[in-house]
């Protein structure tokens, strides 16, 4: 909403801070943002304003953060995935056209009486979208999570996110915005128990870790690591 228009207004980049400094369950969120509004302030004139949208988890699930012109929305998301535009009630029912998507091979239902067969693996899940929309990387997102196969260790789990972050990744050059193109310039994940983040680069593919439990959570300023954007083979 335009600055003016709002009360007890912040800012899109004030968002995470000010959850993370104010809120440790889903239900304090809700009621921290039940009083606010998100107003169109850009973080400066060099970063155009962003059109966000938030999800919020903890461990006992996650809710969606949305402003919109008729106010501030937030929605329950048991899938615990989103992308940004369209608004997640548009995700939300898309969802509802690939209920038929499977991991196992698809059965015989179009023609009984004809002996027709799968020719290949993986046809249970013809139809997934595959292109860059934020519609389609949504529903592969859930398709990927839901059927992800579940490891036993920390390193096992991460890396597994990271897969399912890289089936729905930008590419350099395949999405064209002004004279630029858009890319998923880093991923990431986090253990919240142990205070570890996990990330990788469009630059360098290798899964780097942060232990923020060693750091002095208490500073009075920022802990800056810098982001490792040269490739890393090995030879």
């Known amino acids: 909403l335009p600055e003016s228009q709002c009360k007890n207004a912040v800012a ?19 009621n921290l943002f039940a009083t606010l509004q998100i107003a169109a302030i850009p973080y400066s004139q060099d970063y155009p304003l962003t059109d966000l949208h938030w999800m919020v988890s903890d461990r006992n699930g996650s809710i969606v953060i949305e402003q919109r012109k008729d106010g501030l929305k937030i929605f329950p998301n048991p899938l615990e995935v989103l992308t940004n535009n369209p608004p997640f009630e548009y995700h939300w029912e898309n969802i509802k056209n690939y209920l038929s998507l499977q991991d196992e091979k698809p059965t015989n239902k179009i023609a009984h009486a004809v002996p027709l067969s799968p020719y290949s693996r993986g046809m249970g899940a013809m139809g997934l979208p595959g292109d860059f929309s934020s519609s389609s990387r949504f529903v592969k997102a859930v398709f990927t999570k839901f059927h992800s196969a579940v490891t ?14 890289d089936g729905v990744a930008q590419q350099d050059g395949c999405v064209k915005v002004g004279q630029l193109y858009e ?12 205070g570890i983040y996990y990330y990788k680069t469009y630059e360098n593919s290798r899964i780097n870790a942060v232990q923020m439990g060693k750091e002095d959570l208490d500073a009075d300023r920022p802990i800056i690591f810098p982001f490792r954007t040269k490739p890393d083979i090995f030879w």
Not at 14 to 29: H, M, R
Request: aromatic residues 6%; proline residues 4%.
């Open 12 to 30: 899109p980049f004030e968002v995470i801070p000010l959850i993370l400094g104010k809120c440790k369950t889903i239900e304090q969120v809700q």
């Open 152 to 165: 036993e260790t920390e390193e096992g789990s991460v890396h597994q996110l990271f897969h399912i972050l």
């Open 183 to 194: 890319k998923t310039i880093y991923s990431c994940c986090c253990n919240a128990d142990e």
